[in-house]
Antibody
C-alpha cells in the first residue's frame, strides 16, 4: 500500500523549534516530490514548499521562506518539515503529500496525503 | 501569486441533487487545476487533476471542466458521503495556491 505516515502531535512553547517527519512507503520514494501543506484551525489549505527526495531539490512558497526548512533522508524514506522560532500563529495541522506525476516537476496535484501532524504552540 | 476564488463558499443540497462549484484563477493557468475533497478531521483527497481527469478510484459522478481561468467541479447526483468541503488548487506556478473552499451541507 502506498502511504505517507507522519509523526505525532506536538505541543511547543513560543520561541521553540520542532521537526516533524513524513515517512513514505509502498512506492519508489526517490521519484516523487513531497510537499507540505498547512491548515490553520478552521481555515483553508496553504502550500509551504516541496522537496524531491532523490536529489533534495527544494522549492518554497515566498510566504514561508525563512520560516520553514524542508529536508529529506532518502535512506530512511523520510521527509522533514522544520519550524523555528515558533509563534502561536504556527498552531496548525501540517500535512505532507506526494506529487501525483513524477514526470511533472514540483508543481502538481497531490495524490497521497499523510494523516497530518497537529502542532500547538502555547505558553 | 495566483489567487484562486471559489464560489459559493457554502451550499445546502439534498441527496440526489446536481451540484456545481466554480473556481476562478486570477490569471490563466491552462489546465493546471486540481480538486480535492476534505472531510472533518481528515486529510484532503484528490478527486480531479489537470482540470478534468478523474483520479483513480473516484466515483464517476464527480467531473471537472474548464481551462484558462474558469473551472467547475460537478457532482451529478449527490450522495450522503459527498457532504464535505471542496478545494481547488492551481499547479501552474510557485506558490501552489488553493481556493478558499466550498462547504457542501445537507439541506
Amino acid at each position: 500500500e502506498v502511504q505517507l505516515v507522519q509523526s505525532g502531535a506536538e505541543v511547543k512553547k513560543p520561541g521553540e523549534s520542532l521537526k516533524i517527519s513524513c515517512k513514505g512507503s509502498g512506492y519508489n520514494f526517490t521519484r516523487s516530490w513531497i510537499g507540505w501543506v498547512r491548515q490553520m484551525p478552521g481555515k483553508g489549505l496553504e502550500w509551504t514548499g516541496i522537496i524531491h527526495p532523490g536529489d533534495s531539490d527544494t522549492r518554497y512558497s515566498s510566504s514561508f521562506q525563512g520560516q520553514v526548512t524542508i529536508s529529506a533522508d532518502k535512506s530512511i524514506t523520510t521527509v522533514y518539515l522544520q519550524l523555528s522560532s515558533l509563534k502561536a500563529s504556527d498552531t496548525a495541522m501540517y500535512y505532507c503529500a506526494r506529487g501525483h506525476d513524477s514526470t511533472q516537476g514540483p508543481f502538481d496535484a497531490f495524490d497521497i496525503w499523510g494523516q497530518g501532524t497537529m502542532v500547538t504552540v502555547s505558553s | 501569486d495566483i489567487q484562486m476564488t471559489q464560489s459559493p463558499s457554502s451550499l445546502s443540497a439534498s441527496v440526489g441533487d446536481r451540484v456545481t462549484i466554480i473556481c476562478r484563477a486570477s490569471q490563466r493557468i491552462s489546465s493546471y487545476l486540481n480538486w480535492y475533497q476534505q472531510k472533518p478531521g481528515k486529510a484532503p483527497k484528490l478527486l480531479i487533476y489537470a482540470a478534468s481527469s478523474l483520479q483513480s478510484g473516484v466515483p464517476s459522478r464527480f467531473s471537472g471542466s474548464g481551462s484558462g481561468t474558469d473551472f467547475t467541479l460537478s457532482i451529478s447526483s449527490l450522495r450522503p458521503e459527498d457532504f464535505a468541503t471542496y478545494y481547488c488548487q492551481q499547479s501552474d506556478s510557485n506558490p501552489l495556491t488553493f481556493g478558499g473552499g466550498t462547504k457542501v451541507e445537507i439541506k
